[in-house]
């Protein structure tokens, strides 16, 4: 892997030029008082250098003579390692990630400055550390006000998203790799979700079983918080409590991801807690499939990323107008987005090191977003038809057999240079396939 995360630093530093880069660790997250949770990585950090702790900069700056990459870490500290884990410290963050220099975090401020005074602008993302930002900032303006004096300096500060998101957006064979893996341990859990679901169980019985699952192949435990949503608890898109006893006669929509040597997997399904879908579940549930069917023809080189939502919108639509849920003219309803008490969300985002990973889906108005191969999106329309929706006057109260039905079938797929690839293809989703 530090061939390719020199390789990402090498890509990045050709497009930043005479330009400086700078990268911030993401901070510990405290759960309560003084216990903190299992520290991620920020992403992007990550990406460029496989370090994973935390208080650590890297420092990308190609026009220097001497170092071009530079890590600012924790040094060494037995005391404190004995309590809190083993620190990398300065001598191995050169040895084991490749920096041509390292230094201790707390000489971030009389170092920086040489890294920057050649530069002609600095690339950093102002997150949500705003001590650290106004830091930035502090360096930026002081070497502005210098500029006069030398004729160098920063004049310019510029976000990285741009630049290095895009290069995110297109996954390396070692990221496909370990995709594939997230993949199939979330495969492999909601298989199980499936046989093991009964009347009787509760929510986080089958929540249980599924992350077990996770850390038994080996993966860092759930991409996202799971979703385990039986009867009317599926139509609450992010419902997480999981606490619920499931009846004969509901359905169940799980929503559960692996995370897997820092990638992720996103997978939903929908099915019978009993064995089979009554009339009403199976005519949404059939919609809804069509849907996704439809949408993920859609994905392959050259097709803009908003025709799988379009795609999606139209098959939805005409089913809800079919069952009488919607009145109206098709293209109306969907300019109009008559649709959206039943179906409130997009159909589709990236997946990578997020759940919701980075990269832009248009550029301006007129310009959408362009698939091409190594782009991976998930692909998750649904219906829920929510208890006490507000309506639009025009449109005719909900059926009352409809009400309560929530229903979201989602798969990871990969853009291939000939199409695509669904990569939780191995879930059940067809009817026959999840009555049991």
């Known amino acids: 892997m530090q061939t390719e995360y020199r390789q990402r630093r090498e890509q990045l530093m050709a497009k930043i030029g005479t330009g400086t880069a700078i990268f911030r660790s993401a901070p510990m997250a405290v759960m309560h008082n003084d216990v903190e949770y299992t520290y991620r990585q920020d992403s992007d950090f990550f990406y460029l250098t496989g370090f994973n702790e935390a208080q650590a900069v890297a420092v990308l700056a190609p026009h220097h003579g001497e170092h071009r990459f530079v890590l600012f870490v924790q040094p060494k500290d037995r005391e404190k390692e004995v309590w809190s884990g083993y620190r990398c410290g300065i001598d191995a963050a050169k040895e084991l990630y490749g920096a041509d220099e390292a230094y201790p975090i707390s000489e ?73 893996q997230a993949a199939a341990i979330a495969t492999e859990a909601h298989n199980y979700a499936q046989e093991i679901t009964a009347p009787g169980c509760y929510e986080y019985e089958i929540q249980a079983e599924m992350e077990r699952i996770f850390r038994l192949r080996g993966g860092m435990g759930p991409a996202y918080p799971s979703i385990v949503a039986s009867g009317a608890n599926a139509c609450v898109l992010h419902y997480i409590e999981n606490v619920r006893q499931m009846q004969d006669g509901e359905l169940l929509l799980i929503d559960a991801g692996c995370a897997y040597g820092y990638y992720n997997s996103d997978i939903t399904r929908t099915f019978p807690v009993g064995r089979k879908f009554t009339p009403e579940q199976k005519t949404l549930y059939e919609i809804v499939l069509e849907a996704q069917k439809q949408a993920i023809a859609q994905i392959k080189p050259g097709n803009p990323h908003k025709l799988v939502h379009d795609t999606a919108v139209r098959v939805l639509t005409e089913g809800l107008v079919e069952l009488g849920i919607l009145k109206g003219e098709i293209d109306k309803l969907i300019e109009e987005e008559k649709y959206k008490p039943y179906y409130m969300h997009r159909t589709s985002h990236w997946l990578g090191l997020d759940v919701h990973d980075v990269g832009v889906y248009q550029h301006g108005d007129d310009k959408p977003q362009i698939l091409q191969p190594g782009q991976i999106l998930t692909v998750e329309p649904g219906l829920y038809i929510v208890p006490d929706t507000k309506l639009a006057e025009d449109q005719p109260e909900t059926d009352p057999r409809w009400i309560g039905i929530g229903i979201r079938i989602e798969d990871d797929v990969l853009v291939t240079p000939g199409g695509n690839e669904v990569l939780t293809a191995a879930v059940p989703k067809a009817v026959d396939e999840v009555e049991r």
């Open 108 to 180: 971030l401020d009389e170092k920086l400055p040489q890294y920057l005074e050649k530069a002609d602008r600095i690339y950093y993302h102002l997150g949500r550390d705003r001590s650290f930002n106004d830091k930035i900032l502090g360096h930026y303006q002081s070497l502005l006000r210098t500029y006069p004096k030398r004729g160098t300096g920063p004049i310019a500060i510029e976000d990285t998203g741009p630049i290095l998101h895009s290069m995110r957006l297109v996954k390396s064979e070692t990221e496909l790799e370990l995709m594939r």
